[in-house]
Nanobody, 115 residues
Framework: QVQVVESGGGLVQPGGSLRLSCAAS????????MDWYRQAPGKERELVAR???????TYSDSVKGRFTISGDNAKNTVYLQMNSLKPEDTAVYYC?????????WGQGTQVTVSS
């Protein structure tokens, strides 16, 4: 059984920063990708950032230059540093782990950017 738990969401003013964390635990042999997605009200879930086991990183155009994804392989943990936050970044942020050919989702953490 693999569990994925996100933390670090909250309310922040425009221009502020937040750091999300996602930890995977359980019986894991090999992680291929660790992703951050987000879903705003009334919108589809979208990929925000991805880091692969080889260290390849991709970002959506909407967050490039503002968000930074990083991983700690020893801890099966991935982080998302979010800077220069905008109201349009408001969403539930989800972590997805692809491990041992299965995908596992966290429960999500709310990020609200508002003055």
């Amino acid at each position: 059984q693999v569990q994925v738990v996100e933390s670090g969401g909250g309310l922040v003013q425009p221009g502020g920063s937040l750091r999300l964390s996602c930890a995977a635990s359980g019986s894991i042999f090999s992680i291929a990708n660790m992703d951050w997605y987000r879903q705003a009200p009334g919108k589809e879930r979208e990929l925000v950032a991805r880091i692969t086991s080889s260290g390849t990183i991709t970002y959506s155009d909407s967050v490039k230059g503002r968000f930074t994804i990083s991983g700690d392989n020893a801890k099966n943990t991935v982080y998302l540093q979010m800077n220069s936050l905008k109201p349009e970044d408001t969403a539930v942020y989800y972590c997805k782990i692809i491990a041992d050919y299965y995908q596992y989702w966290g429960q999500g953490t709310q990020v609200t950017v508002s003055s």
